[in-house]
């Protein structure tokens, strides 16, 4: 690639990042695409559709631009909680560290590449006709000793890599102490979730549950709530909720067809009264009794109890009353609810293989699709095609877009498949399925774009690169060098143009232009904010990382545009959170360990590099120095590993206790402690009520 | 080989067997050998030196044979605790397995080798005359059909081998609940150990120990010890205790030196004065206070208290105010107090990293010193050695049996060597000590005996085995079955002649009659029996079974000599725990994880060896076949991990609670109490008493 396909790149990408934020600094301010770019607003009231029409609307403005930059951690933190503060910390660590790598590979290791002559000279008077290659270590002649300042910044990045690395772990941890400290008594403190209840011939579940906790811990057991299956009664909720809406669509229809309407109404009326009857028949306590589930969550009168309860063994047989922490209840995955060790194991190994196999073979289909769109295979296929494709635009256009649309909607296929595979594997929460979720878009993410691309081979031969760990430093400095003027234009196409896309809302925007017609009578006061896919971004800013980590001395061209990117993504990230995300559940941090780890693999990965291509330039002292980095900066995260990663897991004790002494003299504790008793109901269990037929609402829910 | 020299060998190798069984019969019944024989009925008081003579105490007898076989496993209970128990049972497991392969291997395997024609053809005329080799399945014919009853024998075997270790791991876990059931209270069922107690400027260690469990547990906590250096007060009393020998001594001599005695006495008498001055200054608290380490035994009111407090991590900070559970007061190892979290994880990573390099490195002197045996060698660097070398007698038995032996009085060395290093890694008790090294010396036994055997290339090019791991299988399938014929001479040389010079406890018996004259005067009644070096003959018995499990389908022929070396090694250790060791300290049952885990490698490396022979006998079906089988043991092995491994780590809240409510009405609870708070003492902070100055008793020991 030469430098001035690189530049033609770069302005079209702006070009179309400069249209995509003018466009958004315009449609922000139409009230009719409030649910589009303000959800969250919308959602929380703060901002109503007002219809007054004013000239301001139609300028486009930057004063967003300056309020998403200005906004204090502490404002974040308030208002969208601890996992948006972690995702932003995300993007201003990678920010440093490649600011401190930016200033290391422009102004040292450019010019030093630029003055090898390797491959061939650099021509300073065309710079546009120069090959990106003159700007990558490759240029840099054989056995020269100018690659120990190559050498000096792998050992240097790793290093300030490292210390912010620990800094950062320090910094969230303690957020997340403090956060505890200054949160409300909330019932999944003071509940653990039990699995894997031995059945028992002489007693229901709950039964059970209550003489084995009673007789345990006769001082601090409180209550407990057995889980049913409730697939069938949700079945019969969401349908009775789709004909409500049906009913009051056509009540609310034009006068016109009123006749026909009131007729269709009185029918819907009748069926939903019908629904409505079996959802209670099917929630009365006689018909859930034989569809109790071998789990429980089970409440204590205190934080320590319930930490207790989580962290020892119960029972003699370690596959029975299983225990874990429980959820918020809003954050309940109420749907597949395994609740056998077995079962849970199985699904468990089972989805691992699954996800092995996508990764793997997820290529296939996509090179298969990308095939098509060659063009004389085109022209086989659909004769009639033929006269377009002469075209030379059309056929531009199709060459050069088709494919990696194509690979997009591919990808964009990924984190929904995840999150599905995530949900199968027993998880109880919503949160613990998007963090699953988000570790296998990141690993899918990494060996799909990454390796897939870096190893353009057949699927076989990429499989086979584990299998001969000893080749891996040789071949990966081959190959990965070779594909650095790829990845520069991928972080400017990619990169740019679709965090610009992701601020200009695309999907919704198209989603809410057709189905705007069928929405219209929705009330803005119903209106729900959608929650952040975390399990979508967080992989995609690592992935970016890993990019700059591993190219930072064999392409420092990459870094500007890298930073560049990750400006953009800083404030449309703090915007987006402001206006679009709602936090439903929190983790409380629990993402940054996922972060942490990605990190070291990027810089051992970089390493094994370091190792390859010293040898492979005839510098083999470098090589073999190189070799101590990866085992100190796996002893430093074995050293995190121990240090941090405990309170990411659980709480201490000490912290447990302080708690629960703070809200010893509180008034409102009895209060709560009578709300927790119900806090745990299965949503599917609750009254509904859309029919205008008030005699069942007079009727007693259990008889 | 040829099936004549084996036949040589078992024929020398059951003689010496037969002769170390009679000179036992004979030796165990003199008085004089008791120390030797009978250490542990001497120490318990059972068994005195009797002097009187009777012709019956020179003619052998069997009867101790069929005693040892009739000990029934309660009583070894009972006598010698649940370790031995397990000991025991790893000998009749695998006395099972390989009676089960012994019968497959024997009547189905070996026919099918014999009459193969792929090496040469089976002589039944000249039997000896066969070489070993027609007896493996490198016998069968390429490709053949047969080769599936091999194919389906490991199945077989796999299967049996897995349904064993089920009923196994099951039986040991029930009987660790039921031997703490059955347990009176001890006290390292009510204390924790901790360590990394974090520095404070205004208060000593005992002080924050102190006020930071009565803030957090004020009902449960009852009192701490802290622990001290005491390596100087060690020091002083092991001199005071010398010197007190050679005064007693002195004093016993015969007559005709008394006068020069009577001063000598005096001037050691009043140099024991001196040094037992010396051990109450260091041991008075002033003194002490100086020493005290950052680590205490913390004990609790309950043994739920003290299990919470071990589960639940106590401080926000991961690293500091790290428990673990206390073991015995006996059992603790006083000596290298490793405390801050720091020191000990990097004395562990040390630790493994001079493991790994001295099982790699451990081949070097051993070649070495073994290419000293080399005739020609010998005879350039000692020239005067010339005439008696050449004696065919003197050759033979420097070519035989210097190497073995040599290679044999190196692995003595061994697990001492791991003793020591365990013990630097900074565990707490003795057990602890043992059972790593007990790992340790497995995993060296199996690099060096086996694999060292089997790729008989450099050191380096063993390493390179792991590197490269696709062609393990292949590689295993070629050099393994070509060692069949060492291993079974192996197991008939250094098993049966080992076990039964075991039986003839040659060192102590060698010891014993250097040592004799110095240790007369000592009296029986002060006599201590040698405890159990589990770490020792667990791995060895490890060994056998996984050459066993390896050459059961390759070379069934190992399966008999294998036979008798267990049966041998029942008979010997009923009898050597009975007779010999004594047992101080219990892990409960706590070995058989390592049995557990090294079994499952046996089955996987010998499937690893299947897919390769199977390969390379030209039956890729059967290979292919194979690939479930380490799958399936492996997930076996995962189950089996959670289904018993936590019951080896910790008791479950149910049985704690149990246990604790038990004692709750019992009046000696009070007294048990009281004596818990001194129970982890310091044996070195214990008064001591040499000297015949009695005014030093009088004197209080703490001013």
Chains 1, 2 share one sequence.
Not at 218 to 223: Q, R
Request: with cysteine; proline share 5%; hydrophobic share 45%.
């Amino acid at each position: 690639m030469l430098v001035s396909a690189l530049l033609t790149s770069v302005g079209i990408n702006t070009a179309l990042c400069v249209l995509f934020l003018t466009f958004y600094s315009i449609l922000r301010k139409q009230p009719s695409y409030y649910d589009v770019y303000v959800p969250r607003l919308l959602a929380d009231g703060t901002s109503k559709r007002r219809s007054h029409f004013s000239l301001e609307r139609l300028i486009p403005s930057a004063g967003w631009v300056a309020k998403a930059w200005r906004i204090s951690e502490e404002e974040l933190l308030s208002s969208s909680g601890l996992d948006t503060l972690v995702f932003m910390r995300l993007i201003t660590f990678s920010l440093k560290i490649f600011s401190f790598a930016g200033i290391i590979g422009i102004f040292l290791l450019l010019p030093i590449n630029c003055l090898g002559t390797q491959l061939e000279e650099f021509d300073i008077a065309d710079l546009a006709g120069n090959s990106l290659d003159v700007f990558t270590i490759s240029n840099v002649n054989n056995g020269s000793n100018r690659l120990w300042i190559h050498f000096s910044a792998v050992y240097l990045l790793t290093i300030f890599t490292c210390f912010l690395l620990y800094y950062e772990y320090k910094y969230i941890s303690s957020k997340r102490i403090s956060y505890f400290y200054s949160s409300k008594p909330q019932p999944h403190q003071f509940t653990i979730l039990v699995r894997s209840i031995p059945p028992s011939s002489s007693s229901s579940v709950s039964e059970t549950v209550e003489s084995f906790f009673k007789e345990l811990y006769p001082s601090t057991y409180l209550s407990h709530v057995v889980i049913h299956r409730t697939s069938k009664i949700r079945n019969l909720v969401n349908e009775a909720r789709k004909l409500y809406k049906r009913i009051t669509k056509l009540q609310s229809d034009s006068t016109q067809q009123k006749r026909r309407n009131v007729n269709l109404v009185d029918h819907y009326e009748k069926k939903l009264e019908d629904i409505e009857e079996n959802v209670k028949l099917e929630q009365s306590e006689s018909s859930l009794a034989g569809e109790e589930t071998r789990a429980a969550f089970v409440s204590f009168n205190s934080r320590y109890a319930a930490g207790t309860a989580f962290h020892l063994r119960q029972s003699v047989n370690p596959t029975q009353w299983i225990t874990e922490q429980a959820p918020e209840p809003q954050d309940v995955y109420w749907p597949f609810f395994s609740e056998s060790f077995m079962r849970r194991w199985i699904s468990k190994l089972f989805v691992i293989v699954v996800c092995i196999l996508f990764t793997i073979l997820f290529l296939i289909p996509v090179v298969v699709v990308q095939g098509l769109t060659n063009l004389s295979q085109l022209e086989t296929w659909f004769p009639f095609l033929t006269s377009i494709l002469t075209i030379t635009f059309v056929s531009q256009v199709i060459t050069g877009y088709l494919p990696s649309l194509i690979l997009l909607l591919f990808q964009k296929m990924v984190p929904p498949v995840m999150e599905f595979l995530s949900s199968i594997q027993g998880y109880i929460s919503h949160t613990d399925i998007v963090k699953s979720a988000c570790n296998k878009v990141l690993w899918f993410t990494i060996w799909n774009v990454f390796f897939a691309t870096v190893f353009s081979g057949s699927v076989l031969s990429q499989m086979f690169i584990i299998l001969d760990p000893k080749e891996i430093p040789a071949k990966l400095a081959v190959v990965v060098p070779a594909q650095a003027s790829f990845f520069i234009a991928y972080v400017v196409t990619s990169g740019w143009t679709s965090i610009s896309a992701e601020l200009f809302r695309v999907i919704p925007l198209i989603f809410s232009l057709i189905c705007r017609p069928f929405t219209k009578s929705a009330n803005d006061d119903e209106f729900e904010a959608p929650s952040m896919p975390y399990h979508k971004d967080i992989p995609r800013i690592l992935l970016f990382g890993l990019l700059g980590m591993t190219y930072f001395f064999l392409a420092p061209l990459i870094l500007p545009f890298l930073l560049i990117y990750l400006c953009l993504a800083y404030i449309i990230y703090q915007n987006q959170f402001i206006n679009v995300y709602a936090t439903k559940y929190e983790t409380a941090g629990k993402f940054w360990p996922i972060v942490h780890n990605s990190m070291i693999f990027s810089l051992v990965l970089m390493h094994i590099i370091a190792v390859g291509i010293f040898a492979l330039k005839k510098l083999p002292l470098a090589s073999t120095l190189t070799f101590p980095l990866p085992v100190l900066t796996l002893l430093f995260n074995e050293y995190c590993r121990k240090r941090f990663l405990p309170m990411f897991v659980a709480y201490s004790a000490e912290s447990l206790i302080k708690k629960d002494r703070q809200d010893q003299n509180d008034a409102t504790m009895a209060e709560f402690f009578e709300k927790l008793v119900t806090a745990y109901k299965d949503p599917a269990l609750m009254p509904i009520q859309y029919s205008s037929n008030t005699d069942s609402l007079r009727r007693p829910l259990v008889s």
